[in-house]
């Protein structure tokens, strides 16, 4: 019987020999668990996506038929207006380009005979023989047979020379005249102003003064400055354009 005690002691030693040990080694709650995981330098970073610069889109104004720059606003109503007709005369490819150049002689009467026809069905006559040696083009030959616009010199039309705003407006105030005549319009002309009240009234040339006066009253062509009406000077295409439309605004508001 001792010698099963004794026996039992032993083991019971051994038992709490063992457990101790065991809470020794255990690693507790507070133990570092690597020192591989808890090192930030050592842990692998995660690399960032490119970001995808992207460029703010400019939307611009769609105006069919012209190549550059657009006319300026003020000029839109017009070039709206001769749109669909630049294709109708020959010559014209060249005007939508620029429409901050100066216009030809021959552009102008080109446009002249557009407006006439297609805004206000008047038809004018292509004379038989041509007055002129240094052009047959019949747009020419049809505004200036009309009284329009006047040669510059002894059957000489100029058609690559640059109109001047005074032969700019004996051509509209003219062709104004042939729209009471011929178009079913109630509006009509303004008298002219005894004087244009500019400081170069006097260069006015003596065959466009009633003319000027006229675009003048009926506000076709105002100055280019409060006073100064430049009657030598020229006409941008896109000018042009308004001074048209101008005309056209005129009749429409006054009871086309």
Do not use: H
């Amino acid at each position: 019987m001792r010698i099963f005690k004794s026996i039992f002691k032993i083991i019971f030693t051994l038992i709490f020999i063992l457990s101790l040990t065991a809470c020794k080694t255990a690693p507790t709650a507070t133990d570092t668990v690597s020192d591989e995981t808890s090192n930030p330098a050592e842990v692998a970073e995660i690399p960032e996506e490119p970001v995808e610069k992207v460029t703010p889109q400019i939307l611009i104004p769609d105006y069919e038929g012209y190549e550059g720059e657009p006319p300026s606003e003020w000029a839109v109503g017009g070039y709206d207006m001769f749109k669909p007709l630049f294709s109708k005369a020959d010559g014209l490819s060249n005007i939508t380009k620029n429409f901050k150049r100066p216009i030809t002689r021959l552009e102008f009467a080109k446009l002249t005979r557009l407006f006439l026809e297609y805004q206000f069905r008047i038809t004018l006559e292509t004379p038989a023989v041509s007055e002129f040696t240094d052009t047959a083009d019949t747009d020419a030959l049809k505004v200036y047979n009309a009284g329009f616009i006047k040669g510059r010199g002894r059957r000489v039309f100029a058609p690559d020379e640059l109109i001047t705003r005074q032969e700019a407006a004996g051509c509209v105030v003219n062709a104004a005249f042939a729209i009471e005549d011929y178009a079913p319009v109630a509006a009509r002309l303004t008298e002219p102003i005894p004087t244009l009240p500019t400081k170069d009234a006097d260069e006015v040339s003596a065959n466009y003064g009633i003319e000027v006066r006229t675009a003048y009253a009926n506000g076709f062509m105002t100055g280019v400055s409060e006073d100064m009406w430049m009657p030598n000077g020229t006409l941008t295409i896109e000018q042009a354009l308004r001074l048209f439309n101008n005309v056209y605004d005129f009749y429409s508001e006054n009871g086309e």
